[in-house]
């Protein structure tokens, strides 16, 4: 018959402390990169449309026309300047709008969180008056015992000594008599 090593459930419980702070740590970090990626990709679009905007600058600035006017050309290259603006402009709202959701999800997460703790928190405070009052309870029922005590220790003592005083009476009466 093989004999159990209880070592190896002490290693294990050590451990196991180790193993929630880890797994917690891990989540963590699972979600704390969501924000880091979408703020790179932010600040990258943000760097984009920045330097389209100087491009644009630079397209505004040509006049390859006769007496250094604007030609239908610089016009329309302008044009598509702007409107690659515009797009860049979209894709950082959408980013924006994507790291409101995902700032909004945190929040209604840790917001359930705190509910939910504040909920275990209710729940504990509920069985420890609950405890409280059985204590109490307990403590009235045998501080009511212990009255009883009392109460019958007085009535012995005092029919002891009414019992007493009689019987001395009767004893000196007897002498008297007798």
Avoid: C
Wanted: charged share 30%.
């Amino acid at each position: 018959m093989k004999k159990f090593n209880h070592s190896k459930i002490k290693q294990a419980s050590h451990y196991f402390p180790l193993r929630i702070v880890f797994s917690i740590m891990f989540l963590w970090l699972l979600s704390h990169p969501m924000a880091v990626v979408a703020q790179e990709r932010l600040n990258k679009l943000v760097e984009e449309r920045a330097l389209l905007h100087r491009q644009w600058q630079e397209s505004e600035g040509q006049k390859s026309g006769i007496f250094g006017n604007r030609t239908k050309k610089d016009m329309t290259a302008t044009n598509a300047w702007m409107e690659r603006i515009i797009q860049k402009d979209n894709q950082i709202m959408s980013e924006l709008e994507m790291m409101k959701d995902i700032a909004t999800t945190e929040i209604g997460y840790e917001k359930e969180d705190y509910k939910y703790i504040a909920q275990k928190a209710e729940a504990d405070i509920v069985i420890l008056k609950r405890a409280l009052k059985n204590k109490d309870e307990a403590i009235l029922k045998e501080r009511g015992k212990q009255r009883t005590y009392e109460w019958t220790t007085l009535i012995f003592f005092l029919t002891t000594v009414i019992l007493g005083g009689m019987f001395y009476k009767a004893r000196q009466r007897h002498k008297s008599n007798g």
